[in-house]
């Protein structure tokens, strides 16, 4: 039994792995998007593709019928999450039916949207007149934020220290030179 244990771990991770909340569509990294900018140039060559883009949320603005989420678009990996990166490669709006709770579309969090292009909306940024392609949400996903990495516990690096005295015997707070032997 215990010889097949390492498998049966093994399989049991594995399946786990395979079980995900994000949407198939999502993920698919086969959905060819045009770029933003050319759909900016171009609106018309677009409208009715469906695009797979995402990127970091700037605002949440809701309207009778539906709610509109304005995205600074960044590249995807191929999981469809947006990188953490200073590459940006413009904005966009993404329309979904109906009311979108901003408590539940917090700024500065990942979103990914594949849907069909709708069309441009032309909006201020600042006095700047921009051109934002609009997206209709089909399929979509808000990633969770990532770990800061001052935020993760340091390694401790004592080499008499050993937080599980009961995994062997190496040096710990029960054994080594320091302590002697398990007392």
Known sequence: MTAHLPILLFALTLGACAHT?????????????????????????????????????????????????????RPLHRDGRPHDTDRILGRFLVIFAGFKDPATFPTHHRLTVVGPLQGIAIRDVGEFPYHYPLVEAQAWFLWPPPIPRNALPPVYADPWFNPWPWAGPWPGPRMGVRYGLWY
């Open 21 to 73: 909340r994000v949407p198939e569509a999502v993920r698919d990294p086969k959905l060819p998007s045009p770029a933003i900018a050319a759909v900016q140039q171009d609106p018309a060559a677009f409208v009715g593709q469906s695009v797979r883009w995402g990127g970091t949320i700037l605002a949440v603005h809701n309207e009778p019928n539906q709610t509109q989420i304005e995205i600074l678009a």
